[in-house]
């Protein structure tokens, strides 16, 4: 991985994933970071409202 790389930080992407995690974020008009970040923070949500559901039915 070239030290001088924006989306380094995606170490464990391949370059073909990095390609396209930054083709998806440029058509979204985000970058990477915010990109990723957004993504996360929808799984985050998601999972956050499966564990609110399961309390409730325990």
């Known amino acids: 991985m070239k030290s001088n790389n924006k989306i380094s930080m995606l170490i464990y992407a391949t370059d073909e994933e990095r390609d ?3 083709n998806a974020a440029s058509k979204m008009n985000l970058s990477v970071s915010k990109f990723v970040l957004e993504c996360v ?3 985050v ?3 956050e409202e499966l564990t609110k559901r399961n ?3 325990d």
Do not use: A, L, P, Y
């Open 20 to 22: 396209r995690i930054k």
């Open 41 to 43: 923070m929808e799984q």
């Open 45 to 47: 949500s998601s999972i």
């Open 55 to 57: 309390d409730k039915n």
